[in-house]
Structures are given as structure tokens and as C-alpha cells.
């Protein structure tokens, strides 16, 4: 099991360069991938997007790249044109003014266009280099998800434990809750009828009552959930959302018992259910 929380980064630096590598996840329904990088090496977005697709499953992952320092050439030069025309320009605004003071070079410089600097840099040399980085920080960002990711399994195993032995106590109360409405029936028709009491019709009401009242095949399909549940954690290493969509099932037979029983030792061992299994379901948000 694996959480969707989880960070690491790594590091490089040399004469030349120095670059920096981090990952952050969050919990997300889907696999959502942001990726924050220099434009120059966008051209390597397509192939990290596709590397961690193929390591996570769920959440909401940013991998942020900086490059803080470089070994790129740049090539300067100067718009003489462009220079020209704004010469041109602020002389006649100047003149027009009655302002004697001609353009300076360097506000002339600073004009848009005027320098042009053209940065050459080689991309395939990062690209070698940012694999490796994304590599071993992705192996330490799913350790981190790991580690997480048991500790929540504990939770969850520990809150599954509480609704298997509720459980247990709920349907320790079934022949209890059945004699009570037998002998409930037969208390009704005595009052109304006296001696003269017909035991096919208590028979009849009483299966009815039966059938209306009866949770067994509540209890078999919460059984037989909470068996799969446990079976999901231990077999599949991303079950979130099989385990999301067992919750609710549970969630749905707890709550039929609950309003079928009124006995009060069943209501308190059903409102232990709902607790722990609301405590799983805040649990599951996480996993992946």
C-alpha cells in the first residue's frame, strides 16, 4: 500500500552547473501530473510526463526543475535598425518638446529589440543528466510513499479489527433479537384475544417479522466485504479504489442493520462499526 503524499529531491552541481530536482504529491481521484521547468528544456516535458506515468498511479504529482546556473553560450548583438528608428523618434519628440538633450546610449540599449541575445545551450546534455536525477528521486519519492502507506495500513487493519469483532457481537444478538420478537407477537395476541389463540396465525405473523426484521444476509455480504478488503490490502499494491468502493458497500449494510435491530446492544456495537469505517474511509483519501 502506498500513500499519495510524499516528497523528495535531488541535487547536482559542477564548475558548469547547478541544478536542482524536486517531487511533491498530494491526494487526487486521478493521476495528475504538473511538470515546472525552464522553456529552453520543455522539449523533455513529453518524456518525464511519461516516466512518471509509468511509476504512479494516483495523485496529484508536481515535479519542479530549476537550473540555477549554466555553461550556455550567448550571442550578442546589436539591431542597428531598430537603434535608428528610435534615435529618430526621440530626437523629433525632443525637439517638438524644445528639449535640447539628445537620447542616451544607454537608454537606446535598453529599448526592446535593440540587443539581441541569442542563448545556445545543449539540451541532450541535460537530458541524460535530469534521467538519472528523476530516476533515483523517484525511487526515493516511492519509498517515502511506502513508508506512508504502511503506517496507514496499520490504521486501517486496526479499524477493520474493531468492525470484524462488532460484528461478532451483532450476530451473537440474532437469536435473541428473534425469540423477542416471537414472544412479542404472541404477548400481542394473548392481550387481544385471550385463551383463544390461534398459533398458525402467530406462526405466520412471526415470519413475516422474520423476514422484515431478519439480517443475516446483511451480516453474510459486511462478512464477506470485510474479507475481500483485507484480501485487497494484501494483494494489490494500489487498491485505493477498490477499497473506496468496498467502503461503501460497507457502509450501506451497517447502516441496514442499524435501522433494522432497535435492541440497544446492537445499536452501540453498530455505531462502533460506523466509527471505525468512517475512520477508514478518511484513511483511504490518501492511498493510491
Known amino acids: 500500500m502506498r500513500s499519495m503524499t510524499a516528497y523528495a529531491a535531488k541535487d547536482f552541481s559542477d564548475e558548469n552547473i547547478n541544478v536542482s530536482l524536486e517531487l511533491k504529491s498530494y491526494n487526487n481521484r486521478f493521476l495528475d501530473i504538473n511538470i515546472h521547468l525552464p522553456?529552453?528544456?520543455s522539449i523533455l516535458e513529453a518524456d518525464f510526463r511519461k516516466y512518471l506515468s509509468t511509476r504512479f498511479l494516483r495523485g496529484k504529482i508536481d515535479l519542479y526543475i530549476k537550473v540555477r546556473k549554466d555553461d550556455a553560450v550567448h550571442n550578442?548583438?546589436?539591431n542597428s535598425n531598430a537603434a535608428l528608428s528610435y534615435n529618430k523618434a526621440i530626437t523629433e519628440l525632443a525637439k517638438n518638446l524644445n528639449i535640447k538633450e539628445k537620447p542616451s546610449l544607454n537608454l537606446l540599449?535598453?529599448?526592446e529589440g535593440v540587443l539581441e541575445v541569442n542563448t545556445e545551450r545543449?539540451?541532450?546534455k541535460y537530458r541524460a543528466l535530469l534521467n538519472a536525477m528523476l530516476k533515483e528521486t523517484s525511487d526515493k519519492f516511492e519509498e517515502e510513499r511506502l513508508r506512508e502507506g504502511n503506517d496507514t495500513k496499520?490504521?486501517?487493519l486496526f479499524n477493520l479489527n474493531v468492525i470484524e469483532e462488532s460484528l461478532k457481537k451483532v450476530s451473537e444478538y440474532i437469536p435473541e433479537m428473534e425469540k423477542a420478537i416471537k414472544e412479542n407477537i404472541k404477548t400481542r395476541f394473548e392481550e387481544l384475544l385471550g385463551d383463544k389463540i390461534d398459533e398458525?396465525?402467530?406462526f405466520a405473523e412471526t415470519a413475516m417479522l422474520l423476514v422484515k426484521y431478519s439480517i443475516a444476509e446483511e451480516v453474510s455480504r459486511l462478512s464477506f466485504h470485510l474479507k475481500e478488503f483485507a484480501k485487497?490490502?494484501?494483494s494489490n499494491q494500489s487498491p485505493g479504489k477498490k477499497l473506496d468502493f468496498l467502503s461503501q458497500e460497507m457502509n450501506r449494510e451497517i447502516n441496514t442493520?442499524?435501522?433494522k435491530i432497535p435492541m440497544q446492544e446492537v445499536s452501540l456495537a453498530v455505531v462502533e462499526m460506523k466509527n471505525a469505517l468512517e475512520n477508514i474511509r478518511e484513511q483511504l483519501r490518501n492511498v493510491e
Open 76 to 78: 550578442v548583438s546589436i
Open 200 to 202: 398458525q396465525r402467530i
Open 39 to 41: 522553456a529552453w528544456l
Open 154 to 156: 496499520e490504521n486501517i
Open 109 to 111: 540599449l535598453g529599448l
Open 122 to 124: 545543449d539540451t541532450e
Open 257 to 259: 442493520i442499524g435501522s
Open 232 to 234: 485487497e490490502i494484501d
